[in-house]
């Protein structure tokens, strides 16, 4: 199946998360993706464990759907091969520091020389005009930057970092919706851009009512594991140890949760009978709450809620949630990788898009290196002397896995 993208040729120039995720996203979306790696691949590759085989499974996430062609473009030869590439995309896909970038003439202005149409788009730590844009960083760096390890948890705990890659993604989801929006603009002026996106600021934006919270009140946001605008909305304990999660996101369910717990005298109680005084006596409403659930198991409480068209649901392990058969349904898998769930991109369309099971699955270090050479017009005998030279690798036996 042919995907919106069908036609657009990416070269995806970028490592380990933010930048290939993007670049996956373009794959899904019907885009031929060429990842350019260095001959030892890139650092991607050797996150683990887990390891699927002799794949690292943090690769296999934000890979699939591509050809790779491992190159050194350190070297003449290598970088007149990323400038045929280049010559014939319409997207580059890279995350380097300016100061690289600069060093091996893959800035802007550098690429629209070679190909003035080009959408151009760059994912750093911190922007490429920013003071620290020279500054080494990743995702859990940024997390504790930006105040999101504040974002977490509650008042005298210390610092918690979001246990995922969640800027990474999000970065990821972001930038693609970026250069979708730039290709719109290339088919309809003509006209190539360069689009930039900057982990803080992905962060910032998950950060947007802590810092207006800060902003307005000037102080220090208040940490709480409970929904900031909203009590009560937090994970319990039942009877039997297990954690439930439930929200009440307006007097109406209010109403109803009070009538589930028994407690209809808080609908007159002035602690209680609004969202805003809920909210100013949340330490005491949160321990009578305890008090209430810890008497029943869990599993009751979140029949009585779901009964009650209340949101609630357990808090789940990753294996209990992979267990459930509604939100495992979610998953699908590869024929060529059984035992290994995939999981589509959030937004998925009834027409244009790619599923993860039908497309390749992650490419193995320069799989596809001697077709690309061909198709960018190189010679079988230009081939052999590349690969000989060490600027290019095209089989498994040459390649660093």
């Given at each position: 199946?042919?995907?919106?993208?069908?036609?657009?040729?990416?070269?995806?120039?970028?490592?380990?998360?933010?930048?290939?995720?993007?670049?996956?996203?373009l794959?899904?979306?019907?885009?031929?993706?060429?990842?350019?790696?260095?001959?030892?691949?890139?650092?991607?590759?050797?996150?683990?464990?887990?390891?699927y085989?002799?794949?690292?499974?943090?690769?296999?996430?934000?890979?699939?759907?591509?050809?790779?062609?491992?190159?050194?473009?350190?070297?003449?030869?290598?970088?007149?091969?990323l400038?045929?590439?280049?010559?014939?995309?319409?997207?580059?896909v890279?995350?380097?520091?300016?100061d690289?970038a600069?060093?091996?003439?893959?800035?802007?202005?550098?690429?629209?020389?070679l190909?003035?149409?080009?959408?151009?788009?760059m994912?750093?730590?911190?922007?490429?005009?920013?003071d620290?844009r020279?500054?080494p960083?990743?995702?859990?760096?940024?997390?504790?930057m930006?105040?999101?390890?504040y974002?977490s948890?509650?008042?005298?705990?210390a610092?918690?970092?979001i246990?995922l890659?969640?800027?990474?993604?999000?970065?990821g989801?972001?930038?693609?919706?970026?250069?979708?929006?730039?290709?719109?603009?290339r088919?309809q002026?003509?006209?190539?851009?360069?689009v930039?996106?900057?982990?803080?600021?992905t962060?910032?934006n998950?950060?947007?009512?802590?810092?207006?919270?800060?902003?307005?009140?000037q102080r220090?946001p208040?940490?709480?594991?409970?929904?900031?605008i909203?009590?009560?909305?937090?994970?319990?304990?039942?009877?039997?140890?297990?954690?439930?999660s439930?929200?009440?996101?307006?007097?109406?369910?209010?109403k109803?949760?009070?009538?589930?717990i028994?407690?209809p005298?808080w609908?007159?109680d002035?602690?209680?009978?609004r969202n805003?005084?809920?909210?100013?006596?949340r330490?005491?409403?949160?321990?009578e709450?305890?008090?209430?659930?810890?008497?029943?198991?869990?599993?009751t409480?979140?029949?009585?809620?779901?009964?009650?068209?209340?949101?609630?649901?357990?808090v789940?392990?990753?294996?209990?949630?992979?267990?459930?058969?509604v939100l495992?349904g979610?998953?699908?898998?590869?024929p060529?990788m059984?035992?290994?769930?995939?999981?589509?991109?959030?937004?998925?369309?009834?027409?244009?898009?790619?599923?993860?099971?039908?497309?390749?699955?992650?490419?193995?270090?320069g799989?596809?290196?001697?077709?690309i050479?061909?198709?960018?017009?190189?010679?079988p005998?230009?081939?052999?002397?590349?690969?000989?030279?060490?600027?290019v690798?095209?089989?498994?036996?040459q390649?660093?896995l």
């Amino acid at each position: 199946m042919q995907g919106i993208l069908s036609g657009i040729t990416v070269i995806d120039l970028s490592r380990l998360i933010a930048g290939p995720y993007a670049a996956m996203v373009l794959a899904d979306l019907g885009a031929r993706v060429i990842k350019v790696e260095a001959m030892t691949g890139e650092e991607g590759r050797h996150f683990g464990p887990p390891f699927y085989g002799d794949s690292s499974v943090a690769f296999m996430t934000c890979n699939r759907g591509k050809e790779s062609i491992a190159l050194d473009i350190r070297t003449p030869a290598g970088r007149a091969v990323l400038e045929r590439l280049i010559s014939k995309a319409q997207v580059l896909v890279h995350n380097f520091r300016p100061d690289f970038a600069k060093a091996h003439a893959l800035t802007y202005d550098a690429v629209r020389r070679l190909n003035p149409t080009m959408v151009y788009y760059m994912v750093s730590a911190f922007g490429e005009q920013s003071d620290y844009r020279l500054r080494p960083a990743v995702d859990s760096v940024v997390q504790g930057m930006t105040g999101a390890f504040y974002a977490s948890g509650e008042e005298g705990d210390a610092p918690i970092r979001i246990g995922l890659p969640i800027i990474d993604v999000a970065s990821g989801m972001c930038g693609a919706l970026g250069v979708l929006a730039a290709v719109m603009h290339r088919q309809q002026t003509g006209q190539g851009q360069r689009v930039e996106l900057s982990l803080a600021d992905t962060m910032f934006n998950f950060l947007a009512s802590k810092v207006g919270e800060y902003a307005i009140e000037q102080r220090e946001p208040i940490r709480s594991v409970n929904l900031p605008i909203a009590v009560p909305s937090r994970h319990f304990r039942g009877s039997d140890g297990a954690w439930f999660s439930v929200s009440v996101v307006n007097e109406g369910a209010f109403k109803r949760f009070c009538a589930v717990i028994e407690r209809p005298e808080w609908l007159t109680d002035p602690r209680y009978q609004r969202n805003a005084v809920r909210i100013a006596n949340r330490p005491a409403l949160l321990a009578e709450l305890e008090a209430i659930f810890i008497t029943r198991p869990a599993t009751t409480w979140v029949a009585a809620f779901e009964a009650a068209d209340i949101p609630c649901g357990p808090v789940n392990t990753v294996s209990e949630a992979m267990a459930d058969p509604v939100l495992a349904g979610r998953f699908v898998e590869h024929p060529a990788m059984p035992g290994l769930p995939l999981i589509p991109f959030p937004a998925q369309l009834a027409a244009g898009m790619r599923r993860p099971d039908a497309m390749p699955p992650p490419p193995k270090l320069g799989e596809h290196s001697r077709n690309i050479l061909g198709e960018l017009a190189y010679s079988p005998d230009e081939v052999d002397q590349l690969v000989k030279d060490g600027v290019v690798a095209h089989d498994l036996n040459q390649c660093h896995l």
